[in-house]
């Protein structure tokens, strides 16, 4: 079955710990995407890439790194210096050719700082 | 400025009651594309609808209509004959349909059915 599958679905952060969370997808889709949400709130864009080792900056991406080395994986590093780590991180992919392209997600992680 | 608002934070009905869920958007241009997601208890974000700004016409899946307004800025989604199964929360997107297709979400609105 073709789809976006994220690891871990839980994940907890230590103070001053970069974690790593992981997006693959099958669909032979070029563009990835990692969106944060937080309670009561949209999602907002942290990075997107729309081709393989190109990758540009979202709205909110201060304090997250990613990396587009393979087109079916675009991990998510959320280093130490984000500093309100906690929230709801969902991965989406889409077809790069044409406008107004439909973003389809991943199951989503949820990050927890101790 | 892009901007989506979903001004229902929270509807709650009766288990085969109709309910809309409205979303008023703001752009500037004049190509635009524009979606409904739905998020049930699980976190994914399921793809329900896309429309262009060219097509303004209704559309009906099922128990599902949307109805697109260019001249309200409106966008709004019904669901006729509620089931439990529709609980979830619902988000509006604007996309400009520009290189970098990105979204603009709405902030959601949290749809209740009660048996």
């Known amino acids: 079955d073709g789809g976006i599958t994220q690891s871990p679905k839980y994940l907890f952060r230590k103070e001053g710990q970069n974690v790593t969370l992981s997006c693959e997808q099958n669909?032979?889709?070029?563009?990835m995407y990692w969106y944060r949400q937080d309670p009561g709130q949209g999602l907002r864009l942290i990075y997107y890439?729309?081709?393989?080792?190109?990758?540009q900056k979202g709205d909110i991406a201060e304090g997250y790194s990613v990396s587009r080395e393979k087109k079916e994986s675009f991990p998510l590093t959320v280093t130490s210096a984000q500093k309100n780590p906690t929230a709801f991180y969902l991965c989406?992919?889409?077809?790069?050719?044409?406008?107004?392209?439909?973003?389809?997600f991943g199951p989503g992680t949820r990050l927890l700082v101790l | 400025a892009q901007k989506v608002t979903q001004a229902q934070t929270e509807i709650s009905v009766v288990e085969k009651e109709d309910v809309t869920l409205d979303c008023v958007y703001e752009?500037?241009?004049?190509?635009?594309?524009l979606f409904w997601y739905k998020q049930p208890p699980s976190g994914e974000l399921v793809f329900l609808i896309r429309?262009?700004?060219?097509?303004?016409q209704n559309e009906i899946s099922g128990r599902y209509s949307w109805n697109f307004q260019k001249s309200t800025s409106s966008f709004n989604f019904t669901i006729t004959a509620s089931q439990v199964v529709d609980s979830a929360v619902y988000f509006c997107?604007?996309?400009?349909?520009?290189?970098?297709?990105?979204?603009?979400f709405g902030t959601g609105t949290r749809l209740q059915v009660f048996p």
């Open positions: 752009t500037r241009d004049t190509t635009y594309y």
């Open positions: 890439s729309q081709i393989v080792n190109d990758f």
């Open positions: 669909l032979n889709h070029d563009a």
């Open positions: 989406a992919s889409s077809y790069r050719q044409g406008a107004g392209k439909t973003q389809y």
């Open positions: 997107a604007l996309s400009e349909g520009k290189n970098t297709d990105k979204l603009i």
């Open positions: 429309r262009n700004s060219f097509d303004e």
